[in-house]
């Protein structure tokens, strides 16, 4: 599965982005889609998962700012992202769990998306 990270960019604190992740193959193997926040000098962290079903989860630091979302139809994942801090810059990466037609577990990762919120 290829994955294509968008929408990231420059925004004031208590502003709002929209980040979108792309699937380019089917999706229907996809059985979780997260998107993990790495800040500079820190290690990757995971923000907010959907799963096929539509269940959520969000990190404690991101609940009730950040809603994870998805469209089938355009086989896209989406992190509506507002009320943002300085905290949440960095890099912003999609990933995905997928299962194969013999029910191994394959996972992959897009590429980032830069996110700098300034104070």
């Known amino acids: 599965v290829q994955l294509q990270a968008s929408g990231g960019g420059l925004v004031q604190a208590g502003g709002s982005l929209r980040l979108a992740c792309a699937a380019y193959q089917s999706i229907n193997s996809i059985t979780s889609t997260d998107w993990y926040h790495q800040a500079p000098g820190k290690q990757r962290e995971l923000v907010a998962t959907?799963?096929?079903?539509?269940?959520?989860n969000y990190a404690g630091s991101v609940k009730g700012r950040f809603t994870i979302s998805r469209d089938n139809a355009n086989r896209t994942v989406y992190l509506q992202m507002t009320s943002l801090k300085a905290e949440d810059t960095g890099v912003y990466y999609c990933?995905?769990?997928?299962?194969?037609?013999?029910?191994?577990?394959?996972?992959?990762w897009g590429q980032g998306t830069q996110v700098t919120v300034s104070s």
């Open positions: 959907i799963t096929s079903a539509g269940l959520t």
């Open positions: 990933h995905v769990d997928t299962r194969d037609m013999f029910n191994r577990k394959w996972n992959y």
